[in-house]
């Protein structure tokens, strides 16, 4: 089992930054991808970042050019560094890990950071 914790969302006006983190303790060396998910109020949960196990990320196109998702292995924490933010970039973001238990896909989800950005 895996729990994660992020931290350093809030509130930030329109072309500011952030970074948020999402450390991961437990059985970490089962997580084979993270990814940072967001959610708007109203709207789907949305994919925006992801890395692999091999080093290997991809961004959103809505956040291409301006959000990047990078680990410290040592420290077993993911960040998403979040640049130029604009105000359709507020929604509560959340990390997700997938581990492999028994050949399985297990999902593994934090409690959620809220970004806000302001006009």
């Known amino acids: 089992q895996v729990q994660l914790v992020e931290s350093g969302g809030g509130l930030v006006q329109a072309g500011g930054s952030l970074r948020l983190s999402c450390a991961a303790s437990?059985?970490?060396?089962?997580?084979?991808?993270f990814g940072w998910y967001r959610q708007a109020p109203g709207k789907q949960r949305v994919i925006v970042a992801a890395?692999?196990?091999?080093?290997?990320?991809n961004v959103a196109d809505s956040v291409k050019g301006r959000f990047t998702i990078s680990r410290d292995n040592a420290k077993n924490t993911v960040y998403l560094q979040m640049n130029s933010l604009k105000p359709e970039d507020t929604a509560v973001y959340y990390c997700y890990a997938a581990t492999t238990v028994l050949s399985r896909t297990v999902d593994n989800w934090g409690q959620g950071t809220q970004v806000t950005v302001s006009s």
């Open positions: 890395i692999i196990r091999d080093g290997g990320t």
């Open positions: 437990g059985s970490t060396n089962s997580i084979h991808f």
